[in-house]
């Protein structure tokens, strides 16, 4: 038996116990309270970028072009596989950007054809700082959570995580 207080999902679940006694809605909890987490989380994230005058997207793609190293600099095609988003979004962002004068645009030395991306100086001291937030946003949401849970929930997270990956094309393909 579980010692925490219930929590939005334990109500669901037992809704379910009483309603349909003879199905196991277990899988519905932990399912539940991703979704649920995921819900409330993002405002909290989006936050500490706000006094940056940054929107979440923003930050996703100057903090990719940062982790990616000096010279902080990759293709659109490299950009957009990372962040999971099209081709066509990465185009409209990529200009917004580059009129805030966070990225610049440079030839390509191995494809004549194509422009890279990368951070221009104001970009990488903005996302150096904002990124310092971002990490200590994040520590201050999972303040609450003694550390070895917070490790198993990381391990199991990423379990999961892998486990979907690796079926998501099993699953299209159905």
Known sequence: MSTRPPDAV???????RRERPDLDASPMGPIGRLKRCTL???PRIEAAFTPFGLARWQFDMLATLRRSGAPFCLSPTALFSALMITSGTMTH??????ASELIVRLPNPDDARSMLVQLSEKGLALIDQVV?????????ILA?????????LDNALSMLMLSLEESGGKQQNR
């Open 144 to 152: 609450a959570i003694p550390e070895k849970t917070l490790q198993e």
């Open 132 to 140: 310092e937030v971002h990490v200590e946003n994040e520590r201050q």
């Open 93 to 98: 962002r990529l200009k917004l950007l580059e």
């Open 10 to 16: 334990d109500v669901i679940l037992e809704q379910w």
């Open 40 to 42: 409330l989380l993002e």
